[in-house]
């Protein structure tokens, strides 16, 4: 991975796969989210994943390299809302990892994309052979923080300026994240989340270096809540066709 591309009139930037340093940058995000979601007209490959939407058949891929890239951001997100995601933020890095070497390994096509490596590991008997360490199960957990995001940034959207997050993020982490922790996660994690930011607050670190205005700020967290969504549906879609939902 590296080099950049083109898109929405701005160079997308791509982070150095081993490097998780630097602040989150939406933008960045935003960039990412929209190049992970891959849609095309269908071909003639009956492995591809394909949906139906108005009569018009097209392809739709979870590129693995943007997913990963989109999580570089996320891991920054979760170190940027402090300790007390610190232990999501750790966890969400060791698991990049991971697929990173996936994409460079030996059987780096395997994995360009989502449907590709849960084919693969499948057919292959992947997921039995190496239960602990297969990409599929890697890639479920952050599929589950991804949600949590996406839940999160929705219901801060509704709060009044000077509102605080706190409550929003419990109330989500138990939706979402708290289902797959033990018990001593969970309780330390419901606790630490009381020294969240106010919505105000946290649109600031948002802006970041690039000082976007609230309006701007506001228009791009939908933006990532749109796109995080489908691609979040997508993968649950294709996880629970491959009854694969409840990999441990």
Request: hydrophobic share 35%; proline share 1%.
């Amino acid at each position: 991975m590296g080099g950049s591309s083109k898109k929405s009139g701005h160079e997308v930037e791509y982070e150095n796969q081993h490097d998780f340093s630097g602040h989150f940058d939406v933008m960045k995000l935003n960039d990412h989210l929209r190049l992970c979601l891959s849609l095309s007209q269908t071909t003639t490959n009956e492995n591809e994943d394909v949906v139906d939407s108005d009569n018009n058949q097209k392809q739709i891929k979870i590129l693995m390299d943007e997913y990963i890239q989109i999580f570089h951001q996320l891991y920054k997100f979760f170190c940027m809302l402090g300790t007390v995601f610190g232990f999501v933020g750790s966890d969400v890095k060791v698991k990049v990892e991971i697929l990173q070497n996936y994409r460079t390994g030996p059987n780096k096509e395997k994995y360009e994309s989502v449907s590709g490596m849960l084919e693969y590991e499948k057919e292959t008997g992947y997921l039995k052979a190496n239960k602990a360490g297969n990409a599929s199960r890697t890639f479920l957990r952050l599929h589950r923080a991804l949600l949590f995001v996406s839940q999160f940034l929705k219901k801060t959207l509704l709060l009044a300026n000077e509102e605080g997050t706190a409550i929003i993020a419990r109330d989500t982490y138990t939706e979402t994240l708290a289902k797959y922790h033990p018990w001593l996660i969970r309780q330390g994690a419901m606790m630490a989340m009381y020294t969240l930011p106010t919505k105000n607050e946290l649109f600031k670190q948002v802006a970041g270096v690039r000082h976007f205005e609230e309006a701007e700020v506001t228009e791009m967290l939908n933006e990532a809540i749109r796109i995080t969504q489908e691609i979040y549906d997508h993968c649950q879609l294709l996880y629970a066709e491959n009854d694969l939902l409840n990999l441990v």
